[in-house]
């Protein structure tokens, strides 16, 4: 029997890079033999828009087509959005929560809602200082995608470099790959 | 070759392999990621000699297909929505011409009020215009279905569109098995038109024919329709057998072995609808789906066939014909006309209405006890329409719907009563 | 652009002569021509567009060594020439739609170049409802992308084949079915209407040309010399129809002479914008002699008349003449 | 190819859609009679031959010409064209200079010696009485039909007037004799000097089937004038006549002519040319109102004649002529002022006019004399006397050369079907071919060619031609300007045209016709025919 379908929703704003972040999160899976599903929320919003992408990753043939509501893990790009958006619907405690900040969870105010999750399970990044770091532009997608591979353990960080750098081929692949890695190691090293 | 890959790059690429001569293309969302795939890989070099038009209008898009497809060459265009409304004259005259134009349709809704997001009413306007109608379910069935469109049109001599859900399917990034260039070869032979504006044998096409030949036309329209019923489960066969994996055909059955209860859909809703009947299955209720992949031409005789053993059917549909209900399940009673067997709509998904398993669910059981009215409005705001539906009656006046009824859901500034205008 | 022969008793304005040398005649004039467009078609008595057509398309045969494919608009031309089950075309033709000509000619060009096919040439053709009307926007984007395909637009100024109503090109006062005689302005409103040489030139086509009925040589002219050409052309023809005009059958081509030579039409070729010659009125007429033999003008010259109405008519054509320097001595 | 049921058709295929039944009217070909034929005394084929000359044969040209008139080159010189006033081309820009082609032609056909065969012999004789233009043209006629032709001419040489009255210097004599000579040398027998007086005499003697009588007129008129002392008068015929056949006569310093008509002008141009240093004519009524053909009275004053318009001389003083002012009075007439003046003058001239001198017609039973001296003759030139024919300027018609030609064409014609026991019926004329059937539009802007002439300071001093001939390129230039009133030239508008592409076309020299099965009778090619050799005619069915 093969293990249920984990699906994860990506917040940010148009702009950060949400969408490809949902794409080279299900070819990084794809990479790994599994199955995965990755869309936008669809619409038509312009740049700093809040926007969400989905991705769900099974071992079987993923048919379902609805929207993720209640997403396995959470990953967010901007946490200007955290009090605009009802970025935790569906979100259950057994979940993962990553969030891009220099800061710590308390200096968000959400302390009280991320305490009821298992330890480890809620981390922070400082993704966009990262992608400033080694990609020169502002883009955390990247960046949290490697983080998203050390708390959740779904794929791997080598699929997770793979799958960016055949997203951005050459030094923007590059700069991304060892920021998804920076913050890989970021995470790993807080464990 | 596996990729995982968005679909309308997977179409593209499919498309690609088809090697077209000319394709007609103008933006449109959800459709616009598939003409752009086309025209990197025409600019590339990618596509043989292949000629790629960036026209002014989808009217345009279409008419250009509709020369080039006359002067022999294999032709595809694709749009959306409004973007098939607005080319709605020349899908007639390209299917009442029998040119064998391939049109992908990412489907999205018709405005007023405009919405760029999935359902089938644009495709469903164009359900009676002589073009062959092919539903994908996932992405790879949309590749798998422009391969076999092609060689159908061209066999036919006729126009097919292949409908894909626009967003649901197109902006999806998933598992699909690209077909190796040469197996596509193989499958779909060159194109030899029937007609073909030449120089060294030329005709005049586009007649102007009277009422003494205008009906025997449309038969032979319809009877190629006919045609299809055949060429289509025997096109889905072939392929099989060629690229070793089932796809396209008129209908495709899910588990309505002794099912009670069959679910009827079209497109992308149906994988949905599989986990729902997988669900429904455990729990012991005794559900079937069908997918119809082929709306035109409508395989009355085989669905009827399959829906022999049925006690009820449900259709799902993302379409709504005001004023009546749904299209699909119209031409699903047709289809058990004589039988008893009780027929639900339910209406679904409308301007990209989410369409949950849950709420799937929850019909199609309480279609299972018969207690489902019909037509049934899936997830629809009651609170909303009935607001809406009181104030009408207050007023006696309807105002547009769309701006009250989102002041209704809070979605946008509510200003005081008084302040919109003159009322009667 | 005339093509002007030496003293032939006639050579330049007749249709042939038999002292001209064979190069210098017509398409016309000679026994090989197409016949593009045949006998048994359904025109009225002395239809002006089915000359216009055949002089236009045969030109293009020639000039294409017989390897041309039309396309043409819904109109009274497609009407009366392919009714089932008869057609009058002898060359690849097809019809499509009102509004798409263009674009079906477009595809057809693409076709052809996707094919390899560098011989066979590519010819669109409409009525003026078709062309500037409802296909401006099919003709505008294929201006805009330069398509390989020569469009002719034959101009009767107003909807004919559905019953003479207005359109884009009806003149002003003209009376048409929707723009009836009557009232305080009787016929078409002055000051409407737009001139789609003008715009065509305003796309820097390689190539635009006015012709007219009235001169075959320089209408075959100009059809070769754009047939010459690779790219988006367009050549607007006027020709009378005397339905919708309400003139005799046999005063089209007079009318259509009177037009020019009035400076109502103004005969003038551009490439890529600029107007590289015109023809010369040679007897010019005030624009009365035009209109008069005209039953849809005919309100102009009923009891008072229209004073006001007609001098603004002659003034457009006074204006036409200056603009294009029609008659050379007014120039300096 | 096979194709779709009705919605691709066969190209061409309405070919089985005859739509020659929606007509009320068709189209059909004619020929109308141009102007210029019409206006013809001679019955020149003009639009004929010009047609031919605007292709360069100018030998077809010339033989078209001269079916009609033996006399091209001595025509393209002395006629006064009526065909050129009749010409529809004045009222466009400038009629065709038809006599100057004519004379290209003529010129052209002595230059190469083209020559006419006879007819085949019909055992016929005939008798022409007179060697003028008239005479000539019946003999050549004559001999075209196959005739035996024996002219008697009562002076030394053949021409009469034409060679008696008219002036070198319009007509040169090599010229003249070219033409003369190709009329001998069809055969014609010549007798000079030898004065007819009795024809039913010579009939039976020569053995003469029918007789031509062309005697002309050169009886001058002359007028009684007082004369206190008689000066010197001579008429104009004697003083042209000498010019050709004895010495030059002496006309002194300052010569008067007295009249108004061409021999008047004729006269005071050759007066001027043997050295008179002062040419007057003193005519009665005005410039407007003289009889002289106005290119002649220009080119008279050119020269240097001088020309007294409203004077009538009523007194001969030796060398003193008292002259009285005229006026013209409402009704046009000359009416005396009781002005008077004198003039100083070596030699009078009478230019008056001319009678005949039918003196030996008056004996032949039938024959009738009319008041005014001329001879009766019938539609057919005949006079009472069965097989006594006449013409020229001895029977009532205008007196002109052209007149005078083609009064022997038709006498020919009728001696011959007299000859032949009937009677000639001319063929129909035509319709006439007016300038409103014409379609002007399409004719091609060119002016009249000009023609040379000699400087003025020669023609003082010389007999040389005054008025120069075109070279090719000119008259075939002129030629082309010829508008073929009625006639198809082939210039295939009708075939261009046609919306309904239902006229045939031919080919070169066989014009076009129509295809009834589709001509749908919209007259088009009728309105667009230049030459209005086209008309609509009602369906009779």
Redesign the interface.
């Known amino acids: 029997m093969s293990r249920a379908v984990f699906q994860v929703r990506i917040h940010g704003r148009g702009g950060q890079g949400v969408v490809s972040s949902?794409?080279m999160l299900?070819?990084a899976?794809?990479?790994e033999g599994k199955?995965?599903?990755?869309?936008?929320s669809?619409?038509?919003e312009r740049m700093g828009a809040p926007v969400m992408a989905f991705c769900r990753i099974d071992d079987k043939e993923?048919?379902?087509?609805?929207?993720v509501?209640e997403p396995d893990a959470l990953i967010i790009q901007d946490t200007t959005l955290l009090h605009q958006v009802d970025l935790f619907s569906g979100v259950d405690a057994k979940g993962y929560l990553l969030i891009n900040t220099s800061g710590d969870i308390a200096q968000l105010g959400i302390g009280e809602f991320v305490a009821r999750f298992p330890a480890g399970h809620v981390q922070t990044v400082p993704a966009t200082e990262l992608a400033l770091e080694h990609v020169g532009r502002p883009v955390p997608n990247a960046a949290l995608l490697g983080g998203f591979a050390a708390i959740s353990g779904e794929v791997s960080l080598d699929s997770v470099e793979t799958a960016i750098r055949e997203k951005f081929p050459g030094a923007v692949g590059e700069g991304n790959a060892k920021a998804a890695a920076a913050a890989f190691h970021a995470i790993e090293s807080q464990r | 070759m596996?990729k995982?890959i968005?679909g309308s790059q997977a179409v593209a690429e499919a498309v690609a392999m088809c090697r077209p001569e000319v394709i007609a293309a103008y933006p449109i969302?959800?459709q616009t990621h598939i003409v752009e795939g086309l025209a990197a890989m025409v600019r590339e070099g990618k596509v043989g000699t292949c000629q790629y038009i960036n026209v002014e209008s989808e009217f345009a898009a279409l008419s250009a297909a509709i020369g080039a497809s006359a002067a022999g060459a294999r032709t595809y265009t694709a749009t959306s929505s409004q973007g098939l409304l607005f080319m709605a004259e020349a899908v007639y005259n390209a299917s009442g011409l029998g040119l064998p134009i391939v049109m992908t349709i990412g489907n999205r809704a018709i405005g007023a009020p405009i919405n760029?997001?999935?359902d089938h009413s644009d495709s469903m306007s164009m359900a009676n215009s002589g073009w062959l109608q092919l539903f994908a379910e996932?992405n790879q069935e949309a590749v798998d279905l422009h391969i076999q469109a092609f060689r159908l049109a061209e066999q036919l001599s006729v126009p097919v569109m292949v409908c894909v859900?626009?967003?649901?399917l197109t902006?999806?990034?998933?598992?699909v098995d690209i077909p190796d260039p040469d197996q596509v070869d193989r499958f779909l032979p060159g194109f030899e038109p029937v007609q073909v504006l030449d120089p060294d044998d030329p005709i005049s096409m586009g007649a102007m024919v009277g009422p003494e030949a205008f009906m025997e036309v449309r038969y032979l329209a319809h009877h190629k329709q006919m045609q299809a019923l055949e060429a289509i489960p025997a096109l889905a066969a072939d392929f099989a057998e060629s690229f070793g994996r089932e796809s396209g055909g008129l209908i495709a059955p899910y588990r309505t072995e002794g099912a009670e209860t069959v679910v009827l859909a079209l497109g992308?809703?149906?994988?949905?609808l599989?986990?729902a009947v997988d669900e429904m299955r455990a729990d012991g209720q005794s559900v079937g789906a069908i997918k119809i992949v082929s709306f035109r031409p409508f395989p009355l005789a085989q669905l009827r066939e399959a829906l022999a053993g049925a006690k009820r059917v449900v259709v799902v549909e993302k379409d709504l014909a005001l004023g009546l209900g749904g299209i699909v399940a119209s031409n699903v009673r047709m289809a058990l006309r004589g039988l008893a067997t009780p027929v639900y709509t339910v209406i679904a998904g409308l301007g990209?209405r989410?369409?949950?398993?849950r709420s799937l669910t929850r019909v199609i059981a309480a279609a299972t006890t018969d207690t489902l009215e019909d037509p049934h409005f899936l997830d629809l705001d009651w609170q909303a329409v009935d607001s809406e539906l009181a104030r009408w009656k207050e007023r006696r006046r309807a105002g547009p719907i769309a701006e009250n009824l989102l002041r209704e859901m809070g979605l946008v500034g509510h200003r005081p009563h008084g302040t919109e205008g003159p009322t009667s | 652009m005339s093509q002007r022969v030496k003293f032939y008793q006639t050579g330049t304005f007749t249709v042939g002569n038999r002292l001209l040398d064979a190069d210098q005649r017509t398409v016309q004039a000679t026994r090989e021509r197409n016949n593009s467009l045949t006998s048994g078609h359904r025109a009225c008595q002395g239809c002006g567009e089915a000359l216009g057509a055949r002089y236009a398309v045969d030109a293009a045969m020639r000039a294409a060594d017989n390897r041309l494919v039309a396309v043409n608009a819904t109109g009274c031309l497609e009407v009366f020439s392919t009714p089932y089950p008869e057609s009058s075309w002898q060359l690849p033709w097809l019809h499509s739609l009102f509004g798409n000509a263009p674009a079906v000619a477009a595809g057809v060009a693409a076709a052809l170049r996707a094919k390899g096919d560098t011989r066979t040439r590519v010819l669109a053709q409409g009525g003026d409802g078709g062309t500037v009307d409802i296909g401006f926007g099919c003709l505008s984007g294929m201006f805009d992308r330069n398509d390989d395909v020569l469009y002719i637009c034959y101009d009767n100024e107003a909807y004919m084949n559905t019953g003479v109503q207005r359109s884009a090109r009806t003149p002003a006062a003209a009376r048409t079915a929707t723009t009836p005689a009557v009232g305080e302005h009787p016929g078409n409103v002055m000051g409407q209407g737009k001139n789609p040489a003008l715009i065509a030139m305003a796309h820097e086509i390689p190539y635009v040309a006015t012709a007219s009925v009235a001169d075959l040589h320089d209408l075959e002219a100009k059809v070769t010399r754009a047939m010459g050409m690779g790219g988006a052309r367009y050549i607007h023809i006027h020709v009378p129809c005397p339905l919708g005009w309400g003139s005799r059958p046999c005063d089209t081509i007079m009318l259509a002479r009177l037009a020019v030579e009035s400076g109502l039409f103004p005969l003038y070729e551009a490439e890529h914008g600029e107007v590289v010659d015109v023809t010369p009125i040679r007897r010019r007429v005030p624009v009365e002699d035009y209109l008069r033999p005209q039953k849809r003008f005919a309100h102009l010259f009923r009891g008072e008349g229209q004073a006001e109405t007609l001098a603004a008519i002659q003034a457009t054509a006074d204006r036409n003449i200056r603009r294009f320097g029609l008659v050379p001595e007014e120039v300096s | 190819m096979e194709h779709p049921f009705a919605i691709s058709l066969d190209v061409g295929s309405s070919l089985a859609n005859h739509t020659g039944n929606w007509r009320t009217e068709r189209p059909v070909y004619l020929d109308r009679l141009p102007p210029c034929n019409n206006a013809c005394p001679a019955g020149e084929n003009i639009q004929s031959w010009l047609h031919r000359a605007e292709e360069g044969d100018y030998e077809g040209a010339w033989r078209v010409l001269i079916a009609d008139n033996p006399f091209p080159a001595v025509h393209g010189r002395v006629c006064y064209h009526p065909c050129e006033d009749a010409c529809n081309r004045g009222q466009i820009d400038e009629t065709v200079s038809i006599h100057a082609v004519e004379r290209f032609l003529g010129d052209e056909a002595l230059k190469r010696g083209w020559t006419i065969e006879p007819g085949p012999d019909t055992g016929k004789k005939v008798l022409v009485i007179g060697a003028g233009p008239s005479g000539l043209s019946a003999a050549y006629h004559l001999r075209r039909l196959g005739h035996a032709v024996t002219v008697r001419e009562a002076g030394p040489m053949a021409g009469g007037m034409l060679r008696f009255g008219i002036p070198k210097y319009r007509l040169p004599r090599d010229v003249l004799d070219g033409e003369i000579a190709r009329i001998a040398a069809m055969g014609v027998e010549f007798v000079f000097e030898s004065k007819v007086e009795d024809i039913p005499a010579e009939m039976e003697t020569g053995g003469f089937d029918a007789v031509f009588v062309a005697v002309g007129a050169h009886l001058a008129k002359r007028t009684t004038i007082p004369a206190r002392e008689a000066g010197k008068i001579l008429d104009a015929v004697s003083v042209l006549r000498d010019m050709e056949t004895g010495d030059p006569p002496k006309l002194g310093r300052r010569v008067v002519v007295y009249g108004g008509g061409n021999t008047a002008i004729d006269v005071a141009r050759t007066a001027k040319r043997l050295g008179a240093s002062e040419a007057l004519i003193v005519y009665r009524r005005t410039r407007e109102q003289m009889p002289a053909h106005d290119f002649e009275v220009r080119e008279a004053l050119e020269e240097g004649v001088l020309i007294n318009w409203l004077q009538t001389i009523k007194q001969i003083d030796a060398t003193t002529f008292t002259v009285e002012k005229m006026r013209i009075d409402e009704s046009g007439w000359p009416q005396p002022t009781g002005e008077f003046e004198t003039i100083e003058a070596d030699t009078l001239v009478l230019a008056l006019g001319q009678n005949v001198d039918t003196g030996f017609l008056e004996s032949v039973p039938g024959v009738a004399i009319a008041k005014d001296g001329v001879v009766e003759v019938d539609a057919h030139m005949m006079t009472g006397r069965p097989g006594l024919f006449a013409g020229g300027d001895m029977v009532p018609a205008e007196r002109t050369v052209t007149v005078a030609v083609g009064h022997g064409k038709k006498a020919a014609r009728n001696i011959d079907a007299w000859l032949a026991g009937g009677t000639y019926d001319p063929p129909p004329k035509h319709e006439l071919a007016d300038f409103d059937l014409l379609n002007a539009w399409y004719y091609t802007d060119a002016d009249q060619s000009v023609q040379p002439q000699l400087d003025i300071a020669r023609r003082a001093s010389t007999f040389g031609e005054v008025v120069g001939g075109l070279d090719e390129t000119t008259a075939l230039f002129e030629a082309r300007r010829c508008l073929s009133c009625g006639n198809c030239f082939e210039c295939d508008n009708c075939y261009g045209v046609c919306p309904d592409n239902s006229v045939i076309k031919l080919g070169p020299g066989n014009r076009f016709e129509f295809n009834y099965d589709f001509c749908k009778g919209c007259g088009l090619c009728v309105a667009e025919c230049p030459c209005g050799a086209i008309k609509m005619v009602p369906e009779t069915t």
């Open positions: 949902a794409e299900s070819v899976a794809f990479l199955h995965s599903q990755a869309f936008p669809f619409g038509s993923i048919r379902l087509r609805e929207p509501g | 596996l995982q968005e969302t959800p760029i997001w999935n996932t859900d626009g967003f649901i902006h999806a990034y998933e598992r992308s809703v149906n994988g949905t599989k986990d990209g989410s369409i949950t398993k």
